[in-house]
Every structure is written in structure tokens, then in C-alpha cells.
């Protein structure tokens, strides 16, 4: 009988969460190992899973594709645990912009994905951040973009509930875990143990990076000094140290940005923060949606 795995997939939408955690789990690969997980050479794998995505839908929903997919990508016969990361997955960052909606091809794109993935168990990670700064970080890295949110109603309501639902449609399977992005950093241990299942990350190496990456600068002394003083013991005590500095000394901010011209206002961006508050608390809500932060792990 075939083995059955344990998919987890980082795919987007464009946010600060995949490039660091990736980095991450190339950094303790032998750690993931105990846990029988496995991120493999993110090139590579991009390059396999496209390859056998673009076989006939029926092919794909063969046991056999799957097979053949593990057994390409995969180094350890004992891995179960497979993580999959591409910010880009549901395209790229002009097509995020180019109509009214974000990520139009999303359906396209999950179909042959959910068929390859029949009879296994499937976890998607979106990391959402306010709707207005998603768009204000989009065109930082492409201002020539700008022309594109043109198209945007003025009565944009800036919620992410439509790009969630159409997921879920796409593929009710799968399991989706959403990370708030303005807790991603004081919680950055508890979403490196959702997506690789170790109960002890907080001893991975640079598992703290991340961290002090986001970290006002006059606090990444004392949050070190923190660190070395009590290594935090469980998931939960690396949390309560990094939220207490955090709380402390707050979080970083460029001397000097990037300028890019806002194309929402003052009233607008006040409204896409309250939007994401009241969106995560209705996603917690829906089938097969949950919430990063009310996961508890090992934090007792």
C-alpha cells in the first residue's frame, strides 16, 4: 500500500513570511529530519512540480503521479512531512495587480495541484497583512505596477475574505491556516512548528533571526542578552520573551524608504487595518480554516 504524506504549502500571497522560512529550514534540515519532514532544493522542487502539473487532470488524480512526485523531490525514504514554498505559486507580482482582485488565476492554478494531491493530507500558510500594505509593498518592489490598482473600486472593502473563500472553493480539502502578519514575528517559533511539526523549535539554529530582523535596533542587544540568559525551554517561553522586548522596544523602521506614491488614503488604509481584524476573526469561523495564534503546540 502506498505511503501517505503530509503536505504543507507555502504558496503566497506575497508576503514577509516565505523567504525567511525558508532560509530557516535549509538551516536545520537535520533537525527536520527527527520529525520525519523534509524541505527539499526549492529550485529543484519548483521545477519537478511544475513539470508534473501539466499532465491531463486524470493522470494527475492517479496514485501513481504522487508517487512519482515524492519520489523525485524527496531524499529520505522515511520522510512523511513534505513542504512546498513559492511565494509566486498563485502567480506573479504583476498579475497580483492586474484586475479588481488579487491573484485571478488562483483556481487555475489550485486544480491541478488538489488532483495531484488526492487521498493525501494537504495544509496551505497564508500569511495576510493589511489589504492597503499588501499593495503599498507590492509597488515598492515594482512601481511601474502602479498603474495597475487604477482599476481598484473606490469601494474596495479591502478584505481578504473573497481570496480566502475562493481557495476554499478551489480546494476544500485542504486545510488552511492563516498567520497575521503583525504577529508574525513575536510569533515566528509557533509558525516555524506549524509548518515543519517539530515541537522544539525554539532550539533550531537562527531561529531567532527573523526576529531580531524586525526588532527596533536599540532592542536587539537586550533581546540577545535575553536569550542567552534564560534560553527559552518550550515554544511558549520563546514567545513570552520575544513579545515582552517587543513590547519593550518596538519594531524596527527604516531611515529611509523606499518612496512610492499611496494610492489609498488616510481613511482607506484606518479602514483595511480594521477590515483584517474583523476578517480574521471570521475566518476562525469557517470549515477547514484556522488561526496561527490559536494553535497551542507544546505551550503549556
Known amino acids: ?11 503566497g500571497p506575497h508576503s514577509p513570511m516565505n523567504m525567511p522560512m525558508q532560509k530557516l529550514l535549509i538551516r536545520n534540515r537535520d533537525r527536520l529530519e527527527e520529525v520525519a519532514a523534509e524541505f527539499p532544493d526549492t529550485e529543484m522542487h519548483r521545477t519537478i512540480l511544475g513539470h508534473i502539473l501539466k499532465l491531463p487532470i486524470d493522470e494527475l488524480s492517479d496514485p501513481a503521479a504522487h508517487h512519482n512526485y515524492v519520489e523525485n523531490v524527496l531524499t529520505n525514504s522515511s520522510t512523511r512531512i513534505v513542504i512546498y514554498s513559492y511565494d509566486a505559486f498563485f502567480g506573479s507580482r504583476k498579475s497580483v495587480l492586474s484586475e479588481d ?36 509593498t507590492e509597488l515598492k518592489d515594482a512601481v511601474s505596477f502602479q498603474h495597475l490598482v487604477q482599476s481598484f473600486d473606490e469601494d474596495n472593502d479591502f478584505s481578504w475574505m473573497p481570496f480566502v473563500s ?48 524586525c526588532l527596533a535596533t536599540e532592542g536587539r542587544k537586550p533581546y540577545r542578552a ?27 523602521e527604516p531611515i529611509v524608504k523606499r518612496v512610492v506614491t499611496s494610492p489609498w488614503s488616510p481613511e482607506q488604509i484606518e479602514l483595511s487595518k480594521a477590515n483584517l481584524a474583523a476578517d480574521l ?7 477547514n480554516v484556522v488561526l496561527a495564534s490559536d494553535y497551542n503546540l507544546e505551550m503549556e
Open 1 to 11: 500500500m502506498p505511503a501517505s504524506y503530509d503536505h504543507r504549502f507555502l504558496l
Open 101 to 136: 482582485f488579487v491573484y485571478p488565476s488562483l483556481e487555475k492554478k489550485i486544480r491541478p495541484l488538489r488532483h495531484l494531491m488526492t487521498g493525501q493530507k494537504s495544509t496551505v500558510f497564508l500569511c495576510l497583512q493589511h489589504y492597503t500594505l499588501f499593495v503599498e
Open 166 to 213: 475562493r481557495l476554499r472553493r478551489a480546494w476544500p480539502e485542504a486545510l488552511i491556516v492563516v498567520v497575521d502578519e503583525t504577529d508574525l514575528a513575536t510569533h515566528w517559533a509557533v509558525v516555524a512548528a506549524l509548518v515543519c511539526g517539530h515541537p522544539k523549535v525554539q532550539d533550531f539554529k537562527n531561529i531567532s533571526r527573523y526576529a531580531k530582523y
Open 226 to 252: 535575553a536569550l542567552k540568559e534564560s534560553p527559552p525551554k518550550t515554544i511558549a517561553e520563546w514567545v513570552s520573551t520575544t513579545t515582552r522586548i517587543f513590547q519593550e522596544f518596538g519594531n524596527y
Open 281 to 287: 476573526d471570521a475566518l476562525k469561523k469557517l470549515e
